[in-house]
Each structure stands twice: as structure tokens, then as C-alpha cells.
T-cell receptor, first 110, second 114 residues
Framework: KQEVTQIPAALSVPEGENLVLNCSFT??????LQWFRQDPGKGLTSLLL?????REQTSGRLNASLDKSSGRSTLYIAASQPGDSATYLC?????????FGAGTRLTVKP | EPEVTQTPSHQVTQMGQEVILRCVPI?????FYWYRQILGQKVEFLVS????????KSEIFDDQFSVERPDGSNFTLKIRSTKLEDSAMYFC????????????FGPGTRLLVL
């Protein structure tokens, strides 16, 4: 059974810092990996999708990488802003069954 | 921009009652999903649905749960006899041509079972 782990559980940084969120998974036979943002009490907003054949994806200040063989993905956020404060979730798709990590709660202080 | 919508946003019910959660996926999407998130816990996959039948389901999706696409726009999750532990946020999602595409989530329905 696929297990997804996210480290750290929480992170607090001053505005302007670059930061990296980590995601690891136990079964490398994945179709894709998706990073989401979740604001308190809200739904999930898709940030980036990386297919299993890809190494990275970029969108604005976000860059996600995937190393399928080692079961790892990172989400890099450049020049963080207070508006980036949220919980970031990593989700791995095996055979139409998406498994989520517990998330990293990010706080960016002005 | 098209989005997934869900109704109601909040529902309170008594234990043992039936509830139906409703979702309107993005109009040209073909794959539909339900997830749940118990307060403070991970988002958990419940079921995926394609071509009017269940594609995959998790161990959580037992006989008390069912899904239906009653018309061309709605996608519903029914819980036949609710239990206290069914209290959670329920998210609907949809994706384009294959399950390998980005899944777009609705805002969720918060279900409280008393």
C-alpha cells in the first residue's frame, strides 16, 4: 500500500525566503504526483502535476521535482510571500487511486 | 474559469440517517472522484467513477456508500446510514480525459453526524 510522507510538518519563514517542501512515497510505480495548496477550512487548489516520465514542472515561483526511483518529490517556492501561507499537500496517483501526505503547514511572516 | 461545485456546503444529520452529497464536475471532464478529510487528518481517497461505473474504491468505501451520476451534470455520494465517524469534509474532484490528468477539487461539504 502506498504511503506518502511530508517533511517538515510545519515551517515558518520570513517573507522573501526561498524554501523547499519534501514529499516521499514508498511505491515508485506511480502515474503522476500532484502538489496542492489548502487554506484553512477550504478545498484543495492544484498547483503542479508531474507525470511519472517527467523530472520537474514549473509555474511562476513554484518548481516541483520528481525522482521516481528514490520515491521523492520537492516543491520549491521562490521569494516567499505572506499570501503563500497555507498547507501544502503532496498526492501520488497509483492506478486511479490518489494517496495524500499529511501536508506541510507553511507560515510566511511579513 | 470552470470549477467543481458542491452542495450543500455544510450538513448536520442524526446518526442513522441517509445523506446525499452533490457535486457538479467541470463540464467536459470524464473522471469523477470522492475524497474525505476527517478533521486534522489526511485527505483519503474514497472512489473514482468513469463511464457510469466505479473504477476504483478504497477500503473505506463499504456498502453504506454509493455513487451515482443521475444526469449529465451531477455526481452524488450517498451515505445510507450515517455513523458518528462519517463526520468529515467530503471533496468531489474531476479530471479530463484520463485519470492521469490534473484533478480539480470542489470546495467540499462539511458533514457533521450527531
Amino acid at each position: 500500500k502506498q504511503e506518502v510522507t511530508q517533511i517538515p510538518a510545519a515551517l515558518s519563514v520570513p517573507e522573501g525566503e526561498n524554501l523547499v517542501l519534501n514529499c516521499s512515497f514508498t511505491d515508485s510505480a506511480i502515474y503522476n504526483l500532484q502538489w496542492f495548496r489548502q487554506d484553512p477550512g477550504k478545498g484543495l487548489t492544484s498547483l503542479l502535476l508531474i507525470q511519472s516520465s517527467q523530472r520537474e514542472q514549473t509555474s511562476g515561483r513554484l518548481n516541483a521535482s520528481l525522482d521516481k526511483s528514490s520515491g521523492r518529490s520537492t516543491l520549491y517556492i521562490a521569494a516567499s510571500q505572506p499570501g503563500d501561507s497555507a498547507t501544502y499537500l503532496c498526492a501520488v496517483n497509483n492506478n486511479n487511486d490518489m494517496r495524500f501526505g499529511a501536508g506541510t503547514r507553511l507560515t510566511v511572516k511579513p | 474559469e470552470p470549477e467543481v461545485t458542491q452542495t450543500p456546503s455544510h450538513q448536520v444529520t442524526q446518526m442513522g440517517q441517509e445523506v446525499i452529497l452533490r457535486c457538479v464536475p467541470i463540464s467536459n471532464h470524464l473522471y469523477f472522484y470522492w475524497y474525505r478529510q476527517i478533521l486534522g487528518q489526511k485527505v483519503e481517497f474514497l472512489v473514482s467513477f468513469y463511464n457510469n461505473e466505479i473504477s476504483e474504491k478504497s477500503e473505506i468505501f463499504d456498502d453504506q456508500f454509493s455513487v451515482e451520476r443521475p444526469d449529465g451534470s451531477n455526481f452524488t455520494l450517498k451515505i445510507r446510514s450515517t455513523k458518528l465517524e462519517d463526520s468529515a469534509m467530503y471533496f468531489c474532484a474531476s479530471s479530463d480525459a484520463t485519470f492521469q490528468e490534473t484533478q480539480y477539487f470542489g470546495p467540499g461539504t462539511r458533514l457533521l453526524v450527531l
